[in-house]
């Protein structure tokens, strides 16, 4: 933990902020706990407000001020209008509820390649907006899609990769939305069937719709199939028949 110089917010003179995060792990429709700590500089500011981004890049992790572009998922106000007088250290405690739409970053304790999540505090003097270093945030899956994906391990699916794509339209209440895909090598046994499969999450506080994509051939359009149901409708379900049941039968019907 690090305290960054807000240099646009008046020089040398300026304050500095860290972030201190109490729960560096957290999942969709959870909450992101921790502190963000202030320290004022040679002279008083007034701070307009304090907001959190939840950030998405693949090179956020390496330097904050990176030229390639991170995406914010989501966006808290951690704290209004305050008055940080010269040399104050001050801390503010924080809850920020994290979207059910947040991509996941790890499967089972085991990162996710190209799937780069953080935090950056965001604190805005008058008209100048100072950004502090980026935290890396781990998002497991929710238990209703870790279900799902435990489905995958046990029918012998190596993980291949995971991709963020942005979707059409924007949520009023959590800006822009991003959809997932998580991509499996297929077992031996279903080799000549497809040559790769997806899943992509789409969950809500009330239900998760599971889109399973395969891709057969370049020849061929891809098989899908959606499901939605409740989370605990998800808990229920044997994932691991149901993908096999799809993989076995559709997708061979519609190749003959």
Same mark, same amino acid.
């Given at each position: 933990? #690090?305290? &960054?110089?807000?240099s646009? %917010? ?9 972030? $201190? /995060? ?9 909450? /992101? ?9 040679d ?8 907001? /959190? ?6 090179y ?11 995406e ?5 106000? *951690?704290?209004?209008?305050a008055v ?19 991509p996941?970053? +790890? ?11 953080g935090?950056?505090?965001?604190? %805005? ?13 781990? *998002?497991?899956?929710?238990p ?5 994906l435990?489905?995958f391990a046990? /029918? ?6 995971a *991709? ?8 009023p #209440?959590?800006?822009?939305? $991003? ?9 031996s046994h279903?080799?000549?069937v ?7 999450f ?7 719709? &599971?889109?399973?994509? %395969?891709?057969?051939?370049?020849c ?12 605990? +409708? ?11 049941r799809?993989? *076995? ?8």
């Open positions: 933990m #690090n305290f &960054v110089r807000l646009d %917010a008046g020089g040398a003179s300026a304050p500095s902020v860290s972030t $201190f /995060l109490a729960t560096p792990r957290t999942q969709p429709g959870g909450v /992101l706990s921790g502190e963000v700590r202030l320290r004022g500089g002279a008083g500011v007034t701070i307009d407000r304090i907001c /959190l981004g939840l950030v998405t890049s693949p956020a992790a390496h330097e904050a001020s990176s030229p390639y572009t991170i914010e998922i989501s966006q808290a106000q *951690v704290s209004g209008h940080l007088r010269p040399g104050e250290e001050k801390v503010i405690a924080f809850q920020a509820a994290i979207p059910w739409r947040t996941i970053s +790890e499967i089972g304790g085991r990162h996710l390649p190209g799937m780069v999540l935090v950056r505090t965001e604190v %805005a003097i008058a008209t100048i907006m100072g950004r502090s270093d980026f935290d890396l945030v781990a *998002v497991k899956p929710a209703s899609q870790s279900r799902v435990q489905a046990r /029918l012998g699916f190596p993980f291949k990769s *991709v963020l794509q942005s979707s059409s339209g924007k949520d #209440n959590h800006g822009p939305q $991003f959809l997932q895909k998580i991509k499996f090598h297929p077992p279903h080799a000549g497809v040559h790769e499969v997806g899943v992509t789409v969950p809500s506080s009330c239900d998760l719709v &599971v889109e399973l994509q %395969a891709e057969r051939s370049r061929q359009r891809p098989h899908t199939e959606r499901f939605q149901m409740s989370h605990e +409708e998800a808990l229920r379900t044997d994932w691991p028949s149901e993908i096999d799809w993989l *076995v039968t559709r997708p061979g019907r519609a190749g003959r």
